[in-house]
């Protein structure tokens, strides 16, 4: 871990510093978010801190991204969050995109699989973002 991001972390117990240090990977990120998180069916009610996922073992897209920055900048990373904003009545979606190679791709918790994990194969955010346009969808049904 690099020594600026220590003290982000000096808050989380050694069990929680452990979860973080196995997540050295973006794809192992999004298999933590897929199977030991639950999806968080509070929305928009919480908005719990990496920290309060991992208390707590279930997160909304926002909060699973959230939890997938901070485990990329515990492994030297950047922490970055993209909001995929909505127009009408569609839901927004937060990912947490990283570079790798010089191509874009991104970890999320969504209860839909098209709107999770993207390979590094993007060119740039921007055709990353579009990547997720397909599998856009509102929880209320409406149409937009």
């Excluded at 997938?68 to 979606?93: Q, T, V």
């Excluded at 791709?105 to 955010?125: I, T």
Aim: include cysteine; charged fraction near 25%; proline fraction near 4%.
């Amino acid at each position: 871990m690099k020594l600026k991001a220590a003290g982000a972390f000096s808050l989380f117990s050694k069990e929680q510093i452990g979860i973080l240090r196995r997540l050295d990977t973006p794809r192992k990120v999004q298999d933590f978010l897929d199977h030991e998180i639950a999806y968080n069916e509070e929305v928009p009610d919480t908005c719990r801190s990496p920290l309060g996922v991992l208390r707590h073992g279930k997160a909304h897209c926002a909060e699973g991204a959230m939890l997938a920055a901070a485990a990329f900048m515990f492994h030297g990373r950047p922490a970055l969050l993209l909001d995929l904003r909505a127009n009408s009545r569609d839901d927004d979606h937060v990912i947490a995109p990283f570079l790798e190679n010089g191509r874009w791709g991104a970890a999320a918790q969504s209860h839909f699989c098209g709107l999770r994990y993207r390979e590094p194969v993007y060119g740039s955010s921007a055709e990353l973002a579009k990547s997720y346009f397909e599998f856009y969808c509102n929880y209320s049904g409406l149409s937009s």
